[in-house]
Structures are given as structure tokens and as C-alpha cells.
């Protein structure tokens, strides 16, 4: 079992910046895959980036070009810089990660908790 931990979630005003974390409790191997989703009220969760390698990232549109993801192998940390936050990113932002055990495993989902970011003035 591996457990997502997110922090870095609040309350900012547009225009402004926020920097989540999402921690795994075991090691991450290169090429599994993590993402960011996120869930407005009354709204589906949607898929807002994700990450496999340094060099393999995707966005939603509506983020491209403000928000940023990354990852940290060693501390099995991906991030999420967010930048020139609007009051439609509003939501709760949940990490997921898809994780083998070994290379060659087959992949096993895991979802965090969630975190609130609100974006109002």
C-alpha cells in the first residue's frame, strides 16, 4: 500500500501563486506516472497535468502556460506550481500516481486526500 500526502493547498488571490506537494511513502520508479486532478464543486474531476519523466508532461489547456509539474525521485515528491491563479481553479486538487512495485509490475493506482485551493479576493 502506498499513501499520497498532499499539503500546500489554501486560500490566494487571483493573480497569485500556490505550490503543491504531493509525498509518496515508498519509493517512486522512473517512468511511473503522476498527476494532479482536481474537482469543482458540482463538476467531474478532471485531469489538470500529469508527469512520467522530466520530458513527459501534459496539461489541460486551461492551465497550460500557468501551472508547472515536477518531480523529485529522491524524496518521491511531485509538485505543482501554480501561477496566475483565476477564480475558476478553484477546487480540490488530488494527486494520483500510478506505481509499479518493480519494473516489469503492472501498475497499481493510488489517489491522495485532497487539498482545497480557493482563489477569491
Known amino acids: 500500500q502506498v499513501r499520497l500526502v498532499e499539503s500546500g493547498g489554501g486560500l490566494v488571490e487571483p493573480g497569485g501563486s500556490l505550490r503543491l506537494s504531493c509525498a509518496a511513502s515508498?519509493?517512486?520508479?522512473?517512468?511511473?506516472?503522476m498527476a494532479w486532478y482536481r474537482q469543482a464543486p458540482e463538476k467531474q474531476r478532471e485531469l489538470v497535468a500529469s508527469i512520467t519523466t522530466d520530458i513527459d508532461t501534459n496539461y489541460t489547456d486551461s492551465v497550460k502556460g500557468r501551472f508547472t509539474i515536477s518531480r523529485d525521485n529522491a524524496k518521491n515528491t511531485v509538485y505543482l506550481q501554480m501561477n496566475s491563479l483565476k477564480p475558476e481553479d478553484t477546487a480540490v486538487y488530488y494527486c494520483?500516481?500510478?506505481?509499479?512495485?518493480?519494473?516489469?509490475?503492472?501498475?497499481?493506482?493510488?489517489w491522495g486526500q485532497g487539498t482545497q485551493v480557493t482563489v477569491s479576493s
Open positions: 494520483n500516481a500510478a506505481i509499479r512495485r518493480y519494473y516489469g509490475s503492472s501498475y497499481i493506482d493510488y
Open positions: 515508498r519509493h517512486i520508479l522512473s517512468g511511473d506516472r
